[in-house]
């Protein structure tokens, strides 16, 4: 057993080391100050630091533009806060609105709703929009500081009382105004003169499918004179299109090659066009056989496939190449160990083909 002296010494050194944790135990527990010994009053509760993981952060825009890098969001700033109710002109018959659908966030922020029509007097628009608040003061770079976003409906915003510009879009409709925020609620329709377009393409009476299939969409008709301005390259069939109303020029693309149809289509505010784009082309594949038709296959052949005019259509390596060709007549030529061998073919709107060339 330890002396009596050094038992009384290793007691002390463990009294004050327990002594000297404490302070650090108690900071770490405490949520409710931001330094150590001071408590939570009504002044410095704002001061209280955010408790997340991440700091709160924000991105820079500028209205109808690309967004700039992320940089954090200084203590002034506005926190965005998405939607909590939803506007009951957009409830569906038989649902009633979420209780305290409109209450804001923060005592000194105003609550402001915000939904969007088909044209003044048209119906609610239910889905697609994206909204956008800006401040209305640029910094110092000139971009203009997003301050809140939502995609949804009627979404319900909390914004201090001041100037901001709202950005409304839905599809390739957009819209931008300025809003002067007080301290009462503000409610806002947007009227959106915007339609939708939902594009398909056949063949005869067979439907084509979507992953040979594409549409580039151009804004005017292609007789009212000015230079086509591309609105959408490689549009989807069968997707919803949202377009501001007005006449557009449609460029159906089908396979890789020639089959390629043109036609303008006019959209009007709160309706969905139908357009269904007929082609008259057909699937063709083509076989360099030895000897005669039917003949061994040859792989590893160059083809190129012409028009009667020597208009090069598509080439191509390999023992099977296909492609869809617009109907016409064509020649298809065929090189193989330094031999060329061809021959021509008509391609009929709907009808595929296997072409075979035969070396001999």
Request: glycine share 10%; net charge positive; no cysteine.
């Amino acid at each position: 057993m330890a002396p009596a002296p050094l038992r009384l010494f290793r007691l002390v050194m463990a009294a004050a080391l327990v002594a000297a944790a404490l302070p650090a135990v108690a900071q770490d527990r405490d949520p409710f100050s931001n330094r150590v010994g001071r408590p939570l009053t009504q002044e410095n509760r704002n001061e209280l630091a955010p408790l997340v993981n991440e700091p709160l952060r924000r991105r820079r825009h500028t209205p109808g533009g690309a967004a700039a890098p992320f940089f954090s969001l200084p203590d002034t700033a506005l926190p965005f806060a998405p939607q909590t109710g939803t506007n009951p002109a957009l409830m569906l018959p038989g649902t009633q609105p979420r209780p305290n659908a409109v209450t804001p966030q923060f005592t000194d922020r105003t609550p402001v709703a915000l939904d969007a029509k088909f044209g003044a007097n048209g119906q609610y628009i239910r889905d697609g929009l994206y909204w956008r608040v800006f401040s209305d003061r640029p910094e110092a770079d000139g971009a203009f500081a997003l301050v809140a976003e939502s995609r949804d409906a009627a979404p319900t915003f909390a914004l201090r009382p001041g100037g901001y510009i709202l950005h409304a879009a839905y599809g390739t409709y957009a819209i931008a105004r300025r809003m002067e925020i007080g301290t009462q609620p503000f409610r806002d329709t947007v009227a959106m003169n915007a339609g939708a377009l939902r594009l398909a393409g056949k063949v005869g009476d067979r439907g084509i499918g979507n992953a040979r299939l594409s549409f580039d969409i151009f804004s005017g008709g292609l007789f009212e004179g000015g230079e086509p301005k591309l609105v959408m390259r490689q549009a989807p069939a069968g997707d919803l299109i949202a377009l501001p109303e007005g006449t557009y020029h449609v460029v159906s693309v089908y396979g890789d090659a020639n089959a390629l149809i043109r036609a303008d289509i006019r959209i009007r505010a709160g309706q969905v066009t139908d357009a269904t784009i007929h082609h008259r082309a057909a699937n063709i594949s083509l076989r360099l056989v030895q000897g005669r038709e039917g003949g061994e296959p040859i792989g590893n052949a160059a083809w190129t496939v012409l028009t009667p005019g020597g208009d090069v259509i598509k080439e191509s390596i390999g023992a099977y190449p296909q492609m869809v060709l617009q109907e016409g007549e064509y020649l298809a030529i065929a090189r193989h160990e330094g031999r060329v061998f061809n021959r021509k073919f008509q391609v009929e709107a709907g009808k595929d083909l296997q072409i075979e060339v035969v070396a001999r």
